[in-house]
């Protein structure tokens, strides 16, 4: 059964703290691995990742796949309050559907 | 571009009651998905579409039906609401080019 775990499931942590959250997977046919930002609404798309060890960054996010770890990794540099959110890890297996991890929760406190 | 427009945005059934919840994209996205998200859970598959005309099983995909009968529209009925589909559903298309999924805004369905 493919499966897709991220962890931890909550964190809270200070405004500029450094934080990184992580997502393992055993699945059959991997094709992406996708990270979301969920705030009181509809995910909104942040990384897709395909290759190995290749970091993909927007501003203070950054995220790296390990191919041979299975898992990657979701950093934030210098949190922020409008951090806060859950964060969604998604695995797109050899069709069209996601397999998502149960997220992990992070609060930002000022 | 309205990018995926779902309707309603919140609902109330009582159990035994059907509905359809509405899901739509302006994109002209072959794929279409919808997913039902509870605490805890994450986000699971319900039922997708690779095309007009044609529709598949996900995970959970007991007691919905679907139907794809138009490009840009991919509703998703319930046929008799039961407490245990209390949930935010959410529709989404697949951007061919980035191969990311987009969703719409959800639809939050209270079953009493």
């Known amino acids: 059964e493919d499966k897709v775990v991220q962890s931890p499931l909550s964190l809270v942590v200070h405004e500029g703290d450094t934080v990184t959250l992580n997502c393992s997977y055993e699945?059959?046919?991997?094709?992406?691995l996708l990270w979301y930002k969920q705030e009181k609404k509809a995910p909104t798309f942040l990384f897709m990742l395909?290759?190995?060890?290749i970091e993909k960054k927007s501003g203070r996010l950054s995220s790296i796949l390990d191919k041979k770890e299975l898992s990657s990794i979701l950093n934030i540099t210098a949190t922020q309050t409008g951090d806060s959110a859950i964060y969604l890890c998604a695995v797109r297996l050899s069709g069209y559907a996601l397999n998502f991890g149960k997220g992990t929760s992070l609060l930002v406190t000022p | 571009n309205a990018g995926v427009t779902q309707t309603p945005k919140f609902q109330v059934l009582k159990t035994g009651q059907s509905m359809t919840l509405q899901c739509a994209q302006d994109?002209?996205?072959?794929?279409m998905s919808w997913y039902r998200q509870d605490p805890g859970m994450g986000l699971r598959l319900i039922h997708y579409?690779?095309?007009?005309?044609?529709?598949d099983q996900g995970e959970v995909p007991n007691g919905y039906n679907v139907s794809r009968s138009t490009t840009e529209d991919f509703p998703l009925r319930l046929l008799s609401a039961a407490p245990s589909q209390t949930s935010v559903y959410f529709c989404a298309s697949l951007a061919p080019i980035t191969d990311t999924q987009y969703f719409g805004p959800g639809t939050r369905l209270t079953v009493l």
């Open positions: 994109m002209n996205h072959e794929y």
């Open positions: 699945v059959t046919n991997f094709r992406s």
């Open positions: 579409s690779v095309g007009a005309g044609i529709t």
């Open positions: 395909t290759s190995s060890g």
